[in-house]
């Protein structure tokens, strides 16, 4: 059973606890972690590229010169795409990049990401992530002294003060339990989990 170190606010060890085996403890799978991680930057891209066609761009009503005698190539159209100014061949158009991905596989990859970041030893957990006030100088000394550098804070709902202290820092995010995404968690280099987060955690994926 993989086990974890608890930390407090100041970045000290104050414990540690075991992990559910089901959720922090499986095979890794970085072929379905890749699937789905694809996926998920697919599903964020817009789409809204247009440019337009030869039968989009204005003008080009009048043939440029008559068809034969001149001794140049015939051309019907200065709104052809070999003219400047003429449209686009094949021009890109609005499109929607987004697909499904099995549910059952979703999970699978984001154990498959939890395990592995629990068996790197990159996965914190914080007894009480909580701050009173908005202070980055707070987030940024938790961060010194667990030696993180670009790091997703996992909280169980959202926390005002948490998420205006940290976004200030490059590389440092934050999310909640129940939206926790597989790519949040490959794109970190340190997870940061309070402790009610993980137990969120726990019974949703075990």
């Known amino acids: 059973m993989p086990t974890v170190d608890i930390y407090n606010a100041d970045g000290k060890v104050v414990g540690n606890m075991d992990l559910n085996e089901n959720v922090f403890g499986v095979d890794v799978r970085t072929d ?3 699937e789905v991680v694809v996926n998920y930057l697919a599903n964020q891209r817009q789409g809204t590229q247009s440019t ?3 039968t989009e761009v204005r003008g080009g009503g009048i043939k440029p010169w008559r068809q034969k005698g001149t ?18 061949v094949f021009a890109p158009k609005p499109r ?7 549910r059952k596989l979703k999970r699978l990859a984001l154990k498959s990401a939890l395990s592995a970041k629990a068996a790197s030893g990159d996965l914190l957990v914080v007894d009480n992530l909580a701050l009173d006030a908005i202070k980055t100088k707070s987030i940024q000394a938790f961060l ?5 550098g670009k790091t997703i804070f996992i909280t169980p709902e959202v926390n005002v ?18 939206i926790l995404s597989v790519y949040d ?5 340190k997870l940061v989990i ?4 993980l137990a969120i955690i726990e019974e949703v994926f075990a």
């Open 52 to 54: 337009k066609t030869r």
């Open 32 to 34: 379905v972690m890749h």
């Open 71 to 88: 001794g140049r190539a015939r051309q019907g159209s200065t709104r052809a795409p070999q003219w400047t100014h003429g449209g686009i």
């Open 96 to 102: 929607d990049y987004s697909y499904r991905v099995n």
């Open 161 to 178: 003060n948490v998420y205006k202290s940290a976004r200030n820092i490059p590389g440092v995010s934050t999310t909640t339990a129940k």
């Open 185 to 189: 968690i490959v794109n970190a280099e």
């Open 144 to 148: 010194d002294a667990v030696s993180a």
């Open 194 to 197: 309070d402790q009610k987060a």
